[in-house]
């Protein structure tokens, strides 16, 4: 996973501000993770971290947009983001495996992963769900087309034929 690690400041009373805008740290998210996503307009993090007692305290914001496919139609969805945040990292927690921690220290720096906790809030910020319109009719599952731009040819589903001796049975309340 692609890591863009920041030297925090000794003292508590200072803050480090940090902007994220590389485009190309993105791309590098979107390729490794396999994700069907396009930039729009481009990605900016702004972090504010300071250190306080086993960890860090920041506070960020993410502001750009993506193109994502519908989920019923695949037409191109443009997704807004402006995403604020406040989190607290902890150094090297113990729970968490290799390359999961999001703040560590090292010869006695604390040193802060800006582009994890960056991800982390993207995918925070994702649909579960994207689509283009409520009402997006999706494709037809028998020859492709897509329902939002006319009907189809392939007619109304009839079902199983294995199940039609059943379509008539009429049963009593």
Request: proline share 6%; hydrophobic share 40%; glycine share 10%.
């Amino acid at each position: 996973m692609p890591e863009l690690w920041i030297e925090l400041p000794t003292n508590p009373d200072e803050v480090r501000e940090i902007e994220v805008d590389d485009q190309a740290l993105w791309a590098a998210f979107f390729a490794e993770h396999k994700l069907a996503v396009a930039p729009g307009e481009p990605l900016v993090g702004r972090l504010k971290a300071r250190v306080q007692g086993d960890g860090a305290l920041v506070e960020g914001s993410l502001v750009g947009s993506v193109v994502l496919p519908c989920d019923r139609c695949a037409a191109d969805v443009s997704h807004t983001l402006d995403v604020t945040f406040e989190a607290f990292e902890e150094v090297d927690a113990a729970e968490l495996g290799p390359g999961e921690n999001l703040v560590r220290k090292e010869k006695g720096v604390l040193l802060l992963d800006a582009a994890g906790l960056l991800w982390q809030q993207f995918l925070l910020d994702l649909p579960v769900k994207t689509l283009c319109d409520k009402a997006c009719k999706g494709l037809c599952p028998g020859c492709g087309v897509n329902l939002n731009e006319g009907a189809c040819e392939c007619g109304p589903d009839e079902g199983d034929p294995r199940l039609a001796v059943l379509r008539n049975l009429k049963l009593r309340q």
